[in-house]
């Protein structure tokens, strides 16, 4: 399994201009961040100009030419390793384009809100510190790295959300705070069991020498206890939608799309490479996954905000990516291979819609100046885009053709019938039904024409533009699937 | 007295870190948390990471320290929240989380027995080393009792610290003061900083907005966090 | 390397239009508010240049692109090369002239007038959009990539035709947009059929499979039917003479001149023409073909030239062009053997009726603001490609020579009397257009001159250029000339044509019939139209009482919703109680997954 998340047994060092391409999106976010809070862009021109995602695709070229690279970082005393291959680098530039999207997306939402200029600025620094420490997470290959990504991801996030300052605000950035603390701390714990019993750190070394034992299973259950907290799966879940209640449609772009995926990531990883036979606690992570679909869908459903509807839906396709776990421990190699490819598919197109649909929502919460469903009477012919957008993200996450989310659900459907697991075919079918309800409650409440109101606040277009074309891109993913999914054939980025 | 004065210092962390947790009075309960990260910047000088001493020092001891009393209200003109905990959870909830924090510290607790019957650990060789364990075991315990059971955010936020202090002890008791150990312990200092700053921030300002100290909402009645 | 560069180069002139397309919305959102720029400039105006020296200068070539949807196979060979090549030139010409066409309204943005803003930027979003569409179905050779240029091309026009946004362009939108639909059900159905039934992803694949299915008669007669909708094949033309008039004069010209022809695109890359073995059930399909050919070509030129409206006549003038076109297809389901010059005689009808229709549409908006040029000239210049459509010039002589010579060798003359007749009334129509242009064109030179230079004379000046020196440059072969005997044979329907048009005027003045009145532009639309309202008014009983039950049922199912959504208050109760203890429920997770693991090593 090390060979999939392109660990090898021998790491060797980057080549120079691979390692200046990494540390460059590594650094330039957060001094990035620096020189906007200092000078707050009042155009998405210059944000759309920074040019990291164009680095990424290069390393990405690269990658899936010569296959992937895994080297050690030497840091005084310490020896942490950094990887690179398909996964990460797709990721990567996932990563990139939504920050970009989210921050360019932010340009406009500032001055249509009328921010004061002291919180908004607070958001670039915070921006790129996110940006830097999800890209970690995608690279890390050993356990110290990844906690301290993971926690200055959680610090970051956590300070997003509390910016717009009102009291709802505080109180759920709070609940997050500790929950996030509290989270890595149950990390921390089972990384000290880990420490203790096999003496070290990096993921292709413990793959390596980890044997399946108590200790070993004591370890995983810890850390995945506090990753679960903080991926924000049932029955963990609840912390997630007051957060984004309160917060920036930006910021629960980003933090919908990428942030809470980032532990599943590690998750999977660390499941994979330490216990891969655990085939009952992977079915124990599939429950979960699969009452997350369900629960998150019926709380969607009965959302009266907004807002609540996109957050609730979150939790319930974050349930869809836990499916991973049976679909891929102790399975054939057919199996795996499919379940491999939906899985990330799924957490690409998710990111993409959920990112959209937030947008789309904070467009439509900006317009209205309310946040309820049923303000949303009569916005059909008055905001036709952002309803639109809305309902292509939709698509992607009901799991429609020709979107990512078809092709992710159909892979994965597909691993469940090949392994004859029934119970995740029920799932995959009950969740898009579901999704199809909330969404079309939301739509229902759009057309309502009985008591429209005229006096909708006029948004720039580019606020639409930016999540429209984020809400193509989740669709048109499903199009040219073939493009990453080759890249991520298991061994498929090994030269 | 070699193996005497270990056990006096583990003995003195637990305790103070009981006092810290179980006071009510909240000024008393974070001098206590102040003593205990000085206690624990000893430990580290002990096990041979003086630099790990003093970064807990700093970071554990002044600035958190700072940061809770700054949550109290101390400096401020303001009046602050109030300097008592007066909260109560439901009686049924308490045993109850009690198991649940006891569940968890065995689980805990068999994990690291195991480690030391497999022989990995030549815990006996280091007597330095060897108290670090169930001190650490029972502060952690303690904190995550805490954080299961209090709603006062401050003392919630004083139980994380804890919760915290007592992994480092039982990464440290298993894994030795090596260069990974001190620096996943350096992460965690400067993070629990961070997070008890921000928290510190957040319980002025809820307190200033809604005079609130907790997260309890009004229409969940003694249900509490 | 060359295949490099033909990659590059096919790559570049579908991307370009994308780009231009892509760029309006850009601009849009860096714009900061308050502030217009010039949305069709100089660069707007390129969109077709790449296609269009691409297919000037590259060799024939093929580009296969695996990851494209089904598999992509793009071609360029000896019919795309000119198809494209007028096609281009065309959209080029077009863009340029819409410059000066929109400038009022650019104007009026200036002037700060918002719906003005939105129509102009939709029109310069939609007009690189329809031509990248336009430009993929002609190289396209498979079938994904056919139908996706089809499409795109034909749901983008849409935009273009109701650009004005006033009640008739609404009804031409109506029109253009339910045979659109139509035509496409009917195109999907017949391509899903022979597809899947010979399971082949190719264009080339498809003729194959029609001419060797079973069933291959019905295929094809639903693809025959979907192309001609965009066509206008006799009966599927009704948006035709809708949405010209309503459509802005340059999309008129693209629309007549260009996308009409995608439907002969379609007739070509699908039908199996010209293959011998496809068997008597073709034919039989042929000789409905050509009747209905035949029938578009004298139908509507007889009701065209009871038009009013300049461009209404203009479009009656390319239904008829087109039953001659179809009538040509025909033959090469009739007569296999003759298909090889037929085929090359339709594409240079094609270009040649493009270009010449582009340049009477751009005359009809240089009639109505007349440049700077003695009236005599400026006449004279609008009447050159009226003559050339009749076949009396230029490149309509070379067509019509170039299609007559094969239909006489392969003994069709009875087909070549009747197009000989169709000329007859294309003449009348062209005439009947002239004049109704003349009469509203004195009115608009006393409203005022426009300078020479401007995009719109230049752009018309070019368009009768290329459109009479046509059979020199279009990248086809050289075309015969009619020997001098052969001329009084070609050019006698012209001077009955003229000679009827002077007598029916003369007739007409002296007894005026009014007939304009009583047939409106769209013929069979308007008793479809009130059939189908009658239709909806003798249903409205069943319905209502449809109605009501659904709004029963509905009532059933929202109390059904709230039943639900009272039992499920439960499940929001206990969201709260999931969120007060996270915390104790992190630490149970631990211990049942440890548990879990433990218990069943």
Same mark, same amino acid.
């Given at each position: 399994m090390s060979a999939w998340f392109g660990l090898a047994a021998s790491p060797e060092a980057f080549p120079p201009a691979m390692m200046a391409a990494l540390s460059l999106a590594l650094l330039a976010p957060p001094l990035l961040g620096v020189v906007a809070m200092r000078f707050p862009p009042r155009h998405p021109a210059p944000v759309v100009a920074v040019a990291l995602p164009a680095i990424t695709l290069w390393l990405l070229t690269a990658v899936a030419a010569h296959?992937?690279?895994?080297?050690?970082?030497?840091?005084?005393?310490?020896?942490?390793?950094?990887?690179?291959?398909?996964?990460?680098?797709?990721?990567?530039?996932?990563?990139?384009?939504?920050?970009?999207?989210?921050?360019?997306?932010?340009?406009?939402?500032?001055?249509?809100?009328?921010?004061?200029?002291?919180?908004?600025?607070?958001?670039?620094?915070?921006?790129?510190?996110?940006?830097?420490?999800?890209?970690?997470?995608?690279?890390?290959?050993?356990?110290?790295?990844?906690?301290?990504?993971?926690?200055?991801?959680?610090?970051?996030?956590?300070?997003?959300?509390?910016?717009?300052?009102?009291?709802?605000?505080?109180?759920?950035?709070?609940?997050?705070?500790?929950?996030?603390?509290?989270?890595?701390?149950?990390?921390?714990?089972?990384?000290?069991?880990?420490?203790?019993?096999?003496?070290?750190?990096?993921?292709?070394?413990?793959?390596?020498?980890?044997?399946?034992?108590?200790?070993?299973?004591?370890?995983?259950?810890?850390?995945?206890?506090?990753?679960?907290?903080?991926?924000?799966?049932?029955?963990?879940?609840?912390?997630?939608?007051?957060v984004h209640g309160s917060a920036w449609p930006p910021v629960s772009a980003i933090h919908g799309a990428l942030v809470v995926k980032a532990s599943f990531f590690i998750l999977l990883q660390l499941w994979l490479l330490l216990i891969p036979g655990q085939v009952a606690g992977a079915w124990v992570l599939g429950g979960l996954g699969s009452a997350a679909v369900l629960w998150g869908g019926l709380l969607a459903w009965r959302a009266r905000g907004l807002k609540q509807v996109v957050a609730f839906s979150t939790v319930g396709q974050l349930g869809y990516l836990l499916l991973a776990f049976p679909l891929l421990i102790g399975t054939s190699e057919a199996v795996a291979a499919l379940a491999w490819q939906g899985t990330w598919l799924q957490l690409a197109g998710h990111a993409l819609a959920k990112a959209a649909m937030f947008m789309a929502a904070g467009n439509l919460l900006l317009a209205t100046g309310h946040g309820g469903l049923a303000e949303l009477a009569g916005t059909s012919r008055r905001l036709p885009l952002a309803l639109m957008t809305f309902g292509i993200a939709a698509v992607t996450l009901m799991g429609l053709p020709p979107s990512a989310g078809f092709t992710a659900k159909w892979l994965l459907l597909q691993a469940a019938l090949l392994a004859g697991q029934w119970p995740w075919v029920l799932v995959l079918a009950l969740g898009s039904l579901l999704t199809a309800a909330y969404v079309f409650r939301v739509f229902r409440y759009t057309f309502v024409e009985e008591a429209p109101r005229h006096d909708f606040r006029q948004l720039p277009v580019g606020m639409d533009l930016i999540a429209l074309l984020l809400a193509l891109t989740a669709l048109g993913l499903g199009l040219a699937a073939d493009w990453p999914l080759a890249m991520l054939r298991p061994g498929g980025g090994e030269p | 007295m070699s193996a005497f004065v270990p056990l006096v210092h583990a003995g003195l962390l637990v305790g103070l870190a009981l006092v810290c947790l179980v006071d009510r009075r909240l000024a008393r309960a974070c001098l206590a948390f102040i003593g205990f990260a000085l206690m624990m910047a000893l430990a580290w000088w002990h096990l041979g990471a003086p630099w790990l001493g003093l970064a807990e020092a700093l970071f554990g001891a002044l600035f958190t320290g700072l940061a809770l009393l700054h949550a109290l209200g101390t400096w401020s003109r303001e009046p602050g929240p109030p300097s008592h905990d007066h909260f109560l959870r439901r009686r049924r909830q308490v045993p109850i989380r009690l198991l649940v924090a006891v569940a968890w510290a065995i689980l805990v607790a068999m994990g690291v027995g195991l480690l030391l019957g497999t022989g990995v650990v030549e815990l006996l060789a280091e007597g330095r080393r060897r108290p670090l364990l169930p001190a650490g075991l029972a502060i952690m315990t303690l904190g995550a009792w805490a954080f299961a059971t209090h709603t006062h955010l401050l003392r919630r936020l004083l139980a994380f610290n804890l919760l915290?202090?007592?992994?480092?002890?039982?990464?440290?008791?298993?894994?030795?003061?090596?260069?990974?150990?001190?620096?996943?312990?350096?992460?965690?200092?400067?993070?629990?900083?961070?997070?008890?700053?921000?928290?510190?921030?957040?319980?002025r300002r809820l307190h200033a907005l809604e005079s609130r100290v907790t997260l309890v909402a009004e229409d969940e009645p003694g249900g509490g966090e | 390397?060359?295949?490099?560069?033909?990659?590059?180069?096919?790559?570049?002139?579908?991307?370009?239009?994308?780009?231009?397309?892509?760029?309006?919305?850009?601009?849009?959102?860096?714009?900061?508010?308050?502030?217009?720029?010039?949305?069709?400039?100089?660069?707007?105006?390129?969109?077709?240049?790449?296609?269009?020296?691409?297919?000037?200068?590259?060799?024939?070539?093929?580009?296969?692109?695996?990851?494209?949807?089904?598999?992509?196979?793009?071609?360029?060979?000896?019919?795309?090369?000119?198809?494209?090549?007028?096609?281009?030139?065309?959209?080029?010409?077009?863009?340029?002239?819409?410059?000066?066409?929109?400038?009022?309204?650019?104007?009026?943005?200036?002037?700060?007038?918002?719906?003005?803003?939105?129509?102009?930027?939709?029109?310069?979003?939609?007009?690189?959009?329809?031509?990248?569409?336009?430009?993929?179905?002609?190289?396209?050779?498979?079938?994904?990539? #056919?139908?996706?240029? %089809?499409?795109?091309?034909? #749901?983008?026009?849409?935009?273009?035709?109701?650009?004005?946004?006033?009640?008739?362009?609404?009804?031409?939108?109506?029109?253009?947009?339910?045979?659109?639909?139509?035509?496409?059900?009917?195109?999907?159905?017949?391509?899903?059929?022979?597809?899947?039934?010979?399971?082949?992803?190719?264009?080339?694949?498809?003729?194959?499979?029609?001419?060797?299915?079973?069933?291959?008669?019905?295929?094809?007669?639903?693809?025959?039917?979907? %192309?001609?909708?965009?066509?206008?094949?006799?009966?599927?033309?009704?948006?035709?003479?809708?949405?010209?008039?309503?459509?802005?004069?340059?999309?008129?010209?693209?629309?007549?001149?260009?996308?009409?022809?995608?439907?002969?695109?379609?007739?070509?890359?699908?039908?199996?023409?010209?293959?011998?073995?496809?068997?008597?059930? #073709?034919?039989?399909?042929?000789?409905?073909?050509?009747?209905?050919?035949?029938?578009?070509?004298?139908?509507?030129?007889?009701?065209?030239?009871?038009?009013?409206?300049?461009?209404?006549?203009?479009?009656?003038?390319?239904?008829?062009?087109?039953?001659?076109?179809?009538?040509?297809?025909?033959?090469?389901?009739?007569?296999?053997?003759?298909?090889?010059?037929?085929?090359?005689?339709?594409?240079? #009808?094609?270009?040649?009726?493009?270009l010449t229709k582009g340049a009477l549409f751009l005359g009809v908006s240089i009639g109505e603001h007349p440049p700077r040029v003695p009236a005599w000239l400026l006449w004279s210049l609008l009447a050159l490609p009226a003559l050339s459509l009749a076949g009396a010039l230029g490149s309509g002589l070379a067509t019509k020579w170039a299609f007559k010579s094969p239909l006489y060798e392969s003994g069709h003359s009875g087909v070549v009397a009747w197009l000989s007749l169709a000329a007859v009334g294309t003449t009348a129509l062209m005439a009947r257009a002239l004049w109704r242009q003349w009469q509203s064109g004195v009115q608009a030179r006393r409203d005022g001159l426009i300078p020479l230079a401007g995009p719109m004379p230049l752009a018309w000046l070019g368009m009768l250029l290329a459109a009479g020196t046509l059979p020199w440059w279009l990248p086809l072969g050289r075309p015969a000339w009619p020997p001098v005997d052969e001329l009084p044979g070609l050019l006698w329907p012209v001077a009955l044509g003229v000679g009827l048009a002077v007598a029916a005027a003369w007739a007409a003045r002296r007894w005026p019939w009014h007939l304009h009145g009583r047939l409106p532009p769209g013929d069979l639309w308007w008793p479809l139209a009130a059939a189908w309202w009658g239709c909806r008014g003798r249903v409205q009983g069943p319905m209502a009482w449809l109605g009501e039950t659904r709004a029963v049922l509905v009532a059933c199912l929202v109390e059904g919703e709230r039943r639900w959504k009272g039992r499920l208050v439960a499940v929001s109760r206990a969201e709260g109680w999931l969120r007060r203890h996270a915390a104790v429920l992190m630490m149970v997770i631990a211990i049942v997954l440890a548990m879990t693991m433990w218990g069943t090593a």
């Open positions: 296959g992937g690279h895994h080297a050690p970082v030497s840091l005084g005393a310490l020896d942490l390793q950094l990887r690179l291959d398909a996964l990460s680098a797709l990721l990567l530039l996932l990563t990139q384009l939504l920050m970009l999207a989210s921050a360019a997306y932010a340009v406009g939402h500032r001055q249509a809100a009328r921010i004061p200029r002291r919180a908004a600025a607070w958001l670039w620094p915070l921006l790129g510190g996110l940006t830097t420490s999800l890209a970690l997470i995608w690279l890390a290959a050993d356990l110290l790295t990844l906690y301290a990504a993971l926690e200055l991801m959680g610090l970051c996030a956590v300070a997003m959300m509390l910016l717009p300052g009102q009291a709802d605000a505080l109180a759920a950035g709070m609940r997050y705070l500790l929950f996030a603390l509290v989270g890595s701390l149950a990390w921390l714990l089972g990384v000290a069991l880990l420490l203790g019993a096999w003496g070290r750190l990096d993921l292709a070394g413990l793959s390596a020498t980890v044997e399946p034992g108590p200790v070993t299973w004591i370890a995983v259950a810890l850390l995945s206890a506090g990753l679960l907290l903080k991926a924000a799966i049932f029955p963990l879940h609840a912390w997630l939608a007051p | 915290g202090s007592g992994i480092f002890l039982l990464l440290a008791g298993l894994a030795g003061a090596r260069a990974e150990v001190q620096a996943l312990i350096l992460v965690g200092l400067v993070v629990a900083w961070l997070g008890t700053l921000l928290g510190a921030v957040l319980i | 390397m060359t295949s490099l560069l033909f990659a590059a180069g096919l790559w570049l002139a579908l991307l370009w239009p994308l780009a231009l397309a892509l760029r309006v919305p850009v601009r849009a959102a860096l714009a900061s508010p308050g502030h217009s720029r010039r949305l069709l400039d100089g660069l707007w105006c390129t969109a077709p240049l790449p296609a269009l020296g691409l297919a000037m200068l590259a060799p024939p070539g093929q580009l296969v692109l695996e990851w494209w949807m089904l598999g992509g196979v793009w071609e360029l060979d000896g019919l795309r090369r000119p198809l494209l090549a007028f096609t281009a030139l065309l959209w080029g010409l077009a863009g340029f002239h819409a410059r000066g066409y929109l400038a009022p309204e650019q104007a009026r943005l200036e002037a700060g007038d918002g719906s003005a803003g939105g129509r102009l930027q939709r029109f310069a979003l939609l007009w690189p959009l329809t031509l990248a569409g336009n430009l993929l179905l002609i190289v396209a050779e498979d079938i994904a990539s #056919f139908y996706l240029g %089809f499409a795109v091309m034909t #749901f983008a026009a849409y935009g273009l035709v109701v650009h004005a946004g006033t009640r008739d362009a609404r009804v031409g939108g109506l029109a253009y947009l339910v045979m659109a639909v139509l035509g496409e059900g009917l195109i999907l159905a017949g391509l899903l059929w022979a597809a899947g039934s010979a399971g082949t992803l190719t264009l080339g694949g498809l003729r194959e499979a029609i001419a060797a299915a079973q069933q291959g008669v019905w295929m094809a007669v639903l693809l025959w039917l979907g %192309f001609g909708v965009k066509a206008g094949v006799a009966g599927l033309h009704l948006w035709l003479p809708l949405a010209h008039p309503v459509a802005p004069t340059p999309a008129s010209a693209v629309l007549s001149g260009a996308m009409v022809k995608a439907g002969l695109v379609g007739w070509l890359g699908s039908l199996p023409l010209g293959d011998p073995g496809a068997g008597e059930a #073709f034919a039989r399909l042929g000789r409905v073909m050509l009747v209905a050919g035949l029938l578009a070509a004298l139908g509507a030129a007889l009701y065209g030239v009871c038009q009013r409206h300049p461009k209404a006549v203009l479009a009656y003038s390319s239904v008829s062009q087109m039953g001659m076109i179809t009538a040509l297809v025909a033959m090469g389901l009739i007569a296999p053997m003759a298909w090889p010059a037929i085929s090359a005689a339709v594409v240079l #009808f094609a270009a040649h009726h493009g």
